[in-house]
């Protein structure tokens, strides 16, 4: 580890959601390879690193509610599109760039990115990953993000399945990295409040249809009825019109609309960790609140009610001893988790993801690397993607130009120019159009394709 200086790591987050706006500043925050990050809390750890986040321009770009809800700090935060994030790495000096993108707006960037610093070796360290658990399109997502320095892995299992995709093509796979999700924590369960407490981790995009949706409602209200003593939350992910990482075209708090749930059934948002401070049992299909849930020991269900299908993505939890169905919930049934799956999974509810320490601990490999990578001779190789101009022609161009990119990285003619910030009017323009975006994502498509069957 390099000598503790008073020079803070300058770290940029790119970042196309909420969700993973909060992976990126919170990735950050722990893998800077700074003396400060072994301090107790994370709070004390973001001492010495200085975070500008820019929010790519799109669909699902926070609104400054949902940035309010995740609580991150950083020293700046601004929207840009893809061109304007390239200009300003150009621009501006940093240790690390963290890419929080889905798959395409990664390889995108580490193109654009290869193109401006080109002929430099004194370029930031790329770091990129995911948000959660990876259950679906592994080798397509992992190719995407091949070329940065890290491929971060949340587990022990992920990081083998990585490396497995890598070689199995013929990729470098040294840049997986294991660690941890950065947004565990929070104090160890101690046994049931004064009043139990059951939520219901809803997914945006899972399940996809309104007879499922409703049938997940009906059984949730049916438990509050049986339980009157109990409390029972609905947690949703986003209020009607903002978008997270995946389209909810049909939202939950419009559907219990037309229900009549008891006075014990409420609906809740905010941060995931607060929610979870008075959780007892923690239910979901598939979501990523669940190994939040197990790593502070919540007796946590997967719910097998709809089938454990790779479409729900609840098959990754097979092994895990807590798969369930609400007939069995309703009847008192509290599952025990597998330690061994549990720790597989990065998950520190028995002792760290490497098998034994604490939970920052999981980060170490991540700091240390980063640090060799900084403090390397001569400076950092170009970046080099798998997936090229030559490797990949029929696939590549499309993915680029869907970001203004031309084929080797470069922005294509009448690409959003960096410059100057929007004035009110563009500023206005971009909500409204935004808005119709998703007003046709939550009202007229759902619409349409009812329309289609019949």
Known sequence: MPPSTSKPTRIAVLADSDTRWKWGALTAARIAPNPSMEAASLDDAQVGVELDGFLLRGRATPTARQLAEIGVRADSLKEVSAVEFLRAMAEESYDVVVLALVGGGVQAMLHGLGRVWEGRTDRPVVVTGYVGVVYEKLADGLLLRHGADLVLANSRQDAERFRDVYEGVGADASSVTEVALPFLGGAP??????????????????????????????????????????????????????????????????????????????????????????????????????????????????????????????????????????????????????????????????????????????????????????????????????????????????????????????????????????????????????????????????????????
């Not at 607060?274 to 669940?290: K, M, N, P």
């Not at 479409?311 to 049934?333: I, T, Y």
């Not at 597989?344 to 604490?358: C, D, F, K, N, W």
Request: net charge positive; proline share 9%.
């Open 189 to 454: 369960y101690e046994g049931e409040h004064d009043r139990c407490t059951v939520v219901f981790a809803v997914q945006p995009s899972v399940p996809d249809n309104r007879r499922d949706r409703v049938y997940l409602l009906n059984r949730l209200i049916q438990h509050a009825r049986l339980h009157p003593g109990r409390e029972v939350l609905l947690k949703l992910r986003s209020r009607p019109g903002e978008h997270t990482t995946h389209i909810e075209e049909l939202p939950y708090q419009k559907l219990v609309q037309r229900l009549e749930p008891p006075a014990n059934f409420r609906l809740v948002y905010g941060n995931m960790g607060e929610v979870l401070d008075r959780t007892d049992l923690l239910v979901t299909i598939s979501s990523t609140a669940a190994l939040e849930s197990l790593h502070r020991r919540i007796p946590t269900v997967v719910l097998t009610d709809l089938g454990v299908r790779e479409v729900l993505g609840n098959h990754h939890f097979v092994g895990s001893g807590c798969l369930a169905s609400w007939d069995q919930l309703d009847d008192g049934h509290r599952p025990v988790p597998d330690a061994d799956w549990v720790a597989r999974q990065g998950v520190v509810a028995g002792g760290s993801p490497s098998g034994g320490g604490s939970y920052e601990a999981a980060f170490d490999a991540a700091r240390e690397r980063i640090a060799k990578l900084l403090d390397r001779p001569g400076g950092l190789q170009p970046l080099t993607p798998y997936y090229t101009p030559a490797t990949a022609p029929g696939y590549l161009p499309g993915i680029l130009a869907r970001h203004h990119l031309g084929p080797d990285g470069s922005p294509l003619p009448g690409a959003p120019a960096a410059g100057k910030e929007p004035g009110p009017v563009r500023q206005i323009v971009r909500r409204a159009a935004r808005g119709a975006y998703r007003h046709g994502v939550q009202r007229v498509a759902p619409v349409i394709r009812r329309m289609g069957e019949l």
